[in-house]
């Protein structure tokens, strides 16, 4: 998992799963809900999403992560928690808008190559 490319982490039935911002699985994602990434992340801020928000987000990012999306992907999302998934949700979908984890103000610069 590279939290500098977006990664996040998902747990479901006790595995975890890196969730990917790939430019696939975004087009994938808006193609799902029907909305873009910002309104989709406003709807998870605001805690207005539903279930099938959250699968149609999870499914295309753990793809993008490399791995397999379990069978009982539904059972799964129900068993963790949608509002504690929501959470997990909103910050992949920021991490995608801002193009991963953001340098610390503190941190050195690195040298254009």
């Known amino acids: 998992m590279n939290s500098l490319r977006g990664d996040v982490e998902v747990t479901l039935g006790g595995v975890a799963y890196t969730m990917r911002p790939t430019f696939e699985a975004l087009l994938e994602i808006e193609r799902l809900t029907g909305i873009g990434l910002i309104p989709l992340a ?10 099938a928000d959250i699968r149609n ?3 295309p990012a753990i793809k993008a992560g490399g791995g397999k999306v379990p069978d009982n992907i539904g059972k ?8 504690n998934l929501g ?6 979908l920021v991490g995608a808008l801002s193009g991963g984890e953001e ?8 040298p254009p190559t």
């Open 42 to 51: 406003r709807r998870f801020y605001s805690q207005e999403f539903g279930v």
């Open 57 to 59: 987000v999870i499914v």
């Open 76 to 83: 799964l999302i129900i068993d963790a928690g949608p509002v």
């Open 87 to 92: 959470g997990v949700v909103a910050q992949f």
């Open 103 to 110: 340098k610390k103000a503190d941190a050195p610069a690195e």
